[in-house]
């Protein structure tokens, strides 16, 4: 993973609750094997509308996405992340997000920035009313700085730590291994293999 | 020292180390299948990494499979190319792979608890949200990613952070005619989407006592839908019955111990919950969802709500949103809406109890609507069904019988709705364009999708007799 530290950058208001990993990338988008190409697929049910935010002139540009409560529920697919980050998106904003998504997110580093829905809402509101306004997100103090509004939002210590860092969750773990072994061998007799 | 919840228990036990950085936990059975496992075995093979547990790892196709003419060549080259992308990535790192057609392929949520390997206190994950479906054995039991897929082939452990545990207690008898489906569509209609995030859910209560394995695993299949990270029901008799002389249960004497061991699953008397829950059982009635998430449900026997009486703004907006996608007009009587399609099957409801149920309403009845498609969750189901003779009992009545897969519960196969085109579906989810691009999905039990595909609008079994 690349290290994320600062995201500094505009914003698209996305006023809908509940938008499931089924919106944000349909299903006929998950046959691809590769791990590239997703940005086209972005919201691809609802892109067809000109009216849609993401394709709003003043919303061009924009590297932060604001979402409504329940951002990201549904389907484990991680191609729903892989999608909002290739599409030019750094960090996504919610109420509440998805327990998969937010885990997906944190392992890609797409910064998932949880406010209080109040906060939320007026985020909502001041960027239709500005686009223009800018965003300011610090990992290392859990910040997130818009207009007059100054947040702090959720971030547990090891996954701050491998954003700043860039670190490879797996080669960490692996460092585990004596441990992985010894728990290994107190394993009762009785569990299943599958083969 | 205050005493632990189920969900706690079996957390304890998969500490490989824990410390500030969180927990890391053993996993004790990884599914794998064609969609969410490509990129994680490409990432395998970038890092010079082999997969640990090849004998923890077991590997299935279905979210792509046709359910028809399964011994020709795959029509669709992307669904193609997934699958034998599986195949050939399961022979280079030594997992098993249950391939379309072969006897162990179905559902992954399916075959696992079918072929007894999914059993209680273990840690099951799969990239798969529903994953949660095998906690009805009182395992915790995951979705993750695809960045998750390739930590757990590398390492068979997770870094996680420890969630939050709830109950929901459903106390009391359910009346007739009321199913493990309502029972979960009624949670859902009460706590919603979010009422689980950050949550373990354990199920508890008479009514949940009184269900088959088949109606556990209906229930704890959908706690994705509220939300929540996995859904457990603590062991009993009803479990070890339904495991014993499976193939990867265990025998003789580790099967007494293994028993012994799962007898001490259950929640302490003096444990508390973070949140807890209480429904009354006897006031659930058969639940048919209306609109575009699963917590937009209402009784069968109710209508279609109007957003304008809801007080919360957000809700109003879903449910006006809600409304409009899914064509429908506040205030209509549910039973009056008419149905296109019919589908049954998913890893919510495609086990041979819900084919029994479906075979007990159709048996000597007709369908009226275009479209009623059965889909068993997989072979061996099929093989069960066909062994009861309930394969001509659907054909019989004008079901259409096919083979096992995901199918229309999310269209990544051949199976699709049409725009516009109104679903009563047995699957968990109802989102927007789920079941096919403009597809209208309504989520309800077995029983009432077979009614309704007789009737042709939102019956239950017993309008039928009438
Ligand atoms: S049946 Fe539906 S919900 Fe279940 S695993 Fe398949 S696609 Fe997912």
Known sequence: MRAVRTIEGTAVPLDRSDVDTDQIIPSDWLKQVERTGFEKGLFSEWRDDPGFVLNLEQFQGANVLIGGPNFGTGSSREHAVWAIQQYGFEAVISPRFGDIFRNNCTKNGLVPVQVDAETGERLMRMVEDDPTTVFEIDIASRTLRAGDIETTFPLDDSTQHRFLEGLDDIGLTLKLGDEISDFEGRRPAHLPTAS | MAGKTLSEKVWDRHLVHSGDDGDLLYIDLHLVHEVTSPQAFDGLRLAGRTVRRPDLTLATMDHNVPTSNIDQPVADPISKKQMDTLAANCA??????????????????????????????????????????HGAFGAIAFGIGTSEVEHVLATQTLPQSRPKTMAVTV?????????????????????????????????RGSAIRSLSMEGRMTVCNMSIEMGAKAGLIAPDETTFEYLEGRPHAPEGADWDAAVADWKTLVTDDDATFDKEVVIDAAEITPHVSWGTNPGQVVPITGEVPHPDAMVDATERNAAERALDYMGLAAGTPMKQVPVDTV??????????????????????????????????????????????????????????????????????????????????????????????????????????AAATAIAGHFATPADLEN
Not at chain 2, 388 to 416: H, Q, T, Y
Request: hydrophobic letters at 35%.
């Open chain 2, 92 to 133: 280079e790192f030594g997992i098993t792979c249950h391939a379309m057609g072969d006897p162990g392929q179905g559902i992954v949520h399916i075959i696992g608890p079918e072929q007894g390997l999914t059993q209680p206190g273990m840690t099951v994950v799969c990239g798969d949200s529903h994953t949660s479906t």
């Open chain 2, 343 to 448: 589908f049954i099957g998913s890893c919510t409801n495609g086990r041979i109890e819900d084919l029994r149920a479906v075979a007990e309403v159709a048996e000597g009845r007709k369908v009226s609507i275009n479209r009623a498609m059965i889909v068993p969750g997989s072979f061996k189901v099929k093989d069960q069904a066909v062994a009861e003779g309930l394969d001509k009992i659907f054909v019989e009545a004008g079901f259409d019988w096919r083979e096992p897969g995901c199918s229309m519960c999310l269209a990544m196969n051949p199976d699709k709705l049409a725009p516009g085109e109104r679903c009563a579906s047995t699957s968990n989810r109802n989102f927007e364009g789920r079941q096919g691009r403009g597809g209208r999905t309504h989520l309800v039990s077995p029983a009432v």
């Open chain 2, 171 to 203: 106390e009391g008898d359910l009346q007739p005619g009321v199913t493990a489906k309502d029972v979960v569509l009624a949670i859902l209609g009460r706590i919603g989407t979010g009422g689980g995030i950050g949550h373990m859910i354990e199920y």
